[in-house]
T-cell receptor, first 112, second 114 residues
Framework: GENVEQHPSTLSVQEGDSAVIKCTYS??????FPWYKQELGKRPQLIID?????GEKKDQRIAVTLNKTAKHFSLHITETQPEDSAVYFC???????????FGTGTRLKVLA | DTAVSQTPKYLVTQMGNDKSIKCEQN?????MYWYKQDSKKFLKIMFS???????INETVPNRFSPKSPDKAHLNLHINSLELGDSAVYFC?????????????FGPGTRLTVT
């Protein structure tokens, strides 16, 4: 069945360092890959996304890469700041269904 | 002028009761969703409606019944509440007509069943 694996489940980095979160999806029909940030007690908020016809996308300190052959996509955060601390979710949307399969989340802690 | 809103924000109730959660979006989207986030933070889709038509119905107990009176509203009614129903329920919306996939989430409803 459809599945998205996300690693690591927790990640601690020093302020200013980079953080990388990786996801693997199972359905080759997936064509849209969003990343959500969820702060404690808040709603998930879209921070960046990528479509299957693009290999990389960058928005300031955040970038996402996609390897369709390997069915991998990753979130890269550079120059991390304490306010980047949150739970990050990857997701894959199945073509034509508008249904997201979410990863299990990564709790990122940025240590000041 | 919150884009996706839910009521109530918190809901504490006893086992066996029936309760409803309401969701409204003012983004002009045509598709709405209900997600359940459990204590381990797993986000799992439950239902989705497109223009009042049910398009996604995951394996959810039939004690859960969604209703969409119009494309701006999606409600969730839960009968005979059980302890395992305790979770945060998120509503979300997107625009299928626009051909975009972005989903916007509401603030969540924290349901506690005692």
């Amino acid at each position: 069945g459809e599945n998205v694996e996300q690693h690591p489940s927790t990640l601690s980095v020093q302020e200013g360092d980079s953080a990388v979160i990786k996801c693997t999806y199972s359905d080759s029909a997936s064509n849209y890959f969003p990343w959500y940030k969820q702060e404690l007690g808040k709603r998930p908020q879209l921070i960046i996304d990528i479509r299957s016809n693009v290999g990389e996308k960058k928005d300031q300190r955040i970038a996402v890469t996609l390897n369709k052959t390997a069915k991998h996509f990753s979130l890269h955060i550079t120059e991390t700041q304490p306010e980047d601390s949150a739970v990050y979710f990857c997701a894959a949307s199945i073509r034509g269904t508008y249904k997201y399969i979410f990863g299990t989340g990564t709790r990122l802690k940025v240590l000041a | 002028d919150t884009a996706v809103s839910q009521t109530p924000k918190y809901l504490v109730t006893q086992m066996g009761n029936d309760k409803s959660i309401k969701c409204e979006q003012n983004l002009g989207h045509d598709t709405m969703y209900w997600y359940k986030q459990d204590s381990k933070k797993f986000l799992k889709i439950m239902f989705s409606y497109n223009n009042k038509e049910l398009i996604i119905n995951e394996t959810v107990p039939n004690r859960f019944s969604p209703k969409s009176p119009d494309k701006a509203h999606l409600n969730l009614h839960i009968n005979s509440l059980e302890l395992g129903d305790s979770a945060v329920y998120f509503c979300a919306s997107s625009s299928r007509l626009a051909g975009t996939y972005e989903q916007y989430f509401g603030p969540g409803t924290r349901l506690t069943v005692t």
